[in-house]
């Protein structure tokens, strides 16, 4: 089966940074991509950047392209979102997500998560002094 495990959050400082972890396992290929969301109190759930986890091609949202960097380790099947000059505004619960490519694109389903079919727990980022 299927299943997505985010880790790494916690608190941090403004200015502070924080790596996030996606472990992922039960794919049966690497044909899928995989997303960072993210979604506040009050708001709407954000995209934040997608990675397509065979060939390692990514998109990123407008907010996050200056701040964040994804990545992936495909030996260790885990997809990373390095957080750097964390924001207060920054502070939600982040997820994990996949899709099989050819239910989404790398573009319109990155920023509002359509059609990813698996999801993690989600792991909580709080940005305080």
């Known amino acids: 089966q299927v299943q997505l495990v985010e880790s790494g959050g916690g608190l941090v400082q403004p200015g502070g940074s924080l790596r996030l972890s996606c472990a992922a396992s039960g794919f049966t290929s690497d044909d899928v991509n995989i997303a960072w969301f993210r979604r506040a109190p009050g708001k709407e759930r954000e995209g934040i950047s997608c990675?397509?986890?065979?060939?390692?091609?990514?998109y990123y949202t407008d907010f996050a392209k200056s701040r964040f960097t994804i990545s992936r380790d495909n030996a260790k099947n885990t997809v990373y979102l390095q957080m750097n000059s964390l924001k207060p505004e920054d502070t939600a619960v982040y997820y994990c997500a996949a899709v099989w490519v050819f239910r989404a694109t790398m573009t319109s389903e990155c920023e509002d998560g359509v059609n990813y079919d698996y999801w993690g727990q989600g792991t909580q980022v709080t940005v305080s002094s």
């Open positions: 990675i397509n986890y065979s060939d390692g091609t990514t």
